[in-house]
T-cell receptor
Framework: GNSVTQMEGPVTLSEEAFLTINCTYT??????LFWYVQYPGEGLQLLLK?????DKGSNKGFEATYRKETTSFHLEKGSVQVSDSAVYFC??????????FGSGTQLTVLP | DSGVTQTPKHLITATGQRVTLRCSPR?????VYWYQQSLDQGLQFLIQ???????AKGNILERFSAQQFPDLHSELNLSSLELGDSALYFC????????????FGPGTRLLVL
């Protein structure tokens, strides 16, 4: 079945540091890939997505590239801000259409 | 704001009780999904409805049931509640059953005492 393996947290960075959160997946067919963000006390917000191999999703300075050869969709940001502190979830949309989520990575950015 | 609304925001109840969680999808979305987020299980898909019909089932317990009404809002019914049912319950919606981009509501936090 489908599965998502996500880098374990928590991750603590200083403001303006470079961020990478690793995500790899196992799926049949050609799934879409997503990153969702959950700010404290809130629901999940779609951060970015990619629907086919080599697509790059980007939003608010975050980027992730759909790599079929390595089955990965790593999240990156060049310079994080305190306001980026949240939990980040990698997710896979498979043929069954419901999303399969990774375990989430808690990011804390210190001023 | 995703456009998906959920009520109530918080719910505190006792073991053995029954509760109903409500969700209104984004305007124009026909699919509604329910997810459970707990510390030990993470985010798990429960069930999907499309235009009133059940389309997919995930790890949903027999004590739980859902339905989608003609106005497209959905309700998740949880009965014979146990301590382990304490979790955040999210509703999400999407345009169609083939569209995989889902937009999430703010969630209902359920505490079973």
């Amino acid at each position: 079945g489908n599965s998502v393996t996500q880098m374990e947290g928590p991750v603590t960075l200083s403001e303006e540091a470079f961020l990478t959160i690793n995500c790899t997946y196992t799926a049949t067919g050609y799934p879409s890939l997503f990153w969702y963000v959950q700010y404290p006390g809130e629901g999940l917000q779609l951060l970015l997505k990619a629907t086919k191999a080599d697509d790059k999703g980007s939003n608010k300075g975050f980027e992730a590239t759909y790599r079929k050869e390595t089955t990965s969709f790593h999240l990156e940001k060049g310079s994080v801000q305190v306001s980026d502190s949240a939990v980040y979830f990698c997710a896979l949309g498979g043929s069954a259409r419901q999303l399969t989520f990774g375990s989430g990575t808690q990011l804390t950015v210190l001023p | 704001d995703s456009g998906v609304t959920q009520t109530p925001k918080h719910l505190i109840t006792a073991t053995g009780q029954r509760v109903t969680l409500r969700c209104s999808p984004r305007s124009g979305d026909l699919s509604v999904y329910w997810y459970q987020q707990s510390l030990d299980q993470g985010l798990q898909f429960l069930i999907q409805y499309y235009n009133g019909e059940e389309r997919a089932k995930g790890n949903i317990l027999e004590r739980f049931s859902a339905q989608q009404f003609p106005d497209l809002h959905s309700e998740l019914n949880l009965s014979s509640l146990e301590l382990g049912d304490s979790a955040l319950y999210f509703c999400a919606s999407s345009v169609g059953t083939e569209t995989q981009t889902q937009y999430f509501g703010p969630g209902t936090r359920l505490l079973v005492l």
